[in-house]
């Protein structure tokens, strides 16, 4: 892909934040129910969207937490793939989590747990700078010549 002319693409950015969120919550998913859905009886929405369900004064709520934080793990990752460059990184990753917060405020009511809001936001962070670091690795890359040159 070419970054010399950037074309206004409104389709294209809202494809790429439809794909982003539904990466982000399967891969929640999958690791709430590793972690939290052999700790519960029966897993449900409240753990995704009810700020109560991340505290730190149960192991369920350790699980919950490690689970939003492996997820950021993932969605930079996601952001590698789907995004390709460095300084889209943060505006996506915000996305995900402002999104993340209308959800959990339609759901639950405002986070009142600090908990809540330090678990999301650094797993922003994580997702943001751990993103743009790939994508910065992945945009340095040596162009291999060799194969352009094979008839030589």
């Known amino acids: 892909m ?3 002319s950037v074309v206004w693409d409104p389709w294209l950015i809202v494809a790429q934040i439809v794909c982003i969120q539904c990466l982000y919550y399967l891969t929640l998913g999958v690791f709430m129910a590793i972690f939290v859905g052999t700790r ?5 929405l409240v753990y995704f969207f ?20 492996l997820s950021s793990l993932a969605g930079a990752g996601f952001l590698l793939y789907l995004i390709e460059r460095a300084k889209k990184c943060l505006d996506f990753s915000a ?3 402002i ?15 600090i908990t809540w809001w330090v678990v ?5 962070a994580i997702m943001a700078l751990l993103g743009e670091y790939l994508c910065i690795k992945h945009e340095l890359r040596e162009i291999p ?8």
């Not at 149960?58 to 934080?69: E, N, Q, R, Y």
């Not at 999301?120 to 922003?124: H, K, S, V």
């Not at 010549?145 to 030589?152: N, Q």
Request: proline share 2%; hydrophobic share 40%.
């Open 2 to 4: 070419f970054y010399g």
């Open 95 to 97: 996305t995900v989590y």
């Open 99 to 113: 999104i993340h917060l209308c959800i959990c405020i339609l759901y639950g009511g405002w986070p009142s747990s």
């Open 50 to 69: 009810d700020y109560a369900a991340v505290t730190i004064s149960t192991v369920t709520g350790w699980c919950v937490i490690a689970s939003f934080l």
């Open 120 to 124: 999301n936001g650094t797993g922003l």
């Open 40 to 44: 519960v009886s029966r897993m449900s």
């Open 145 to 152: 010549i060799s194969r352009l040159r094979s008839s030589v």
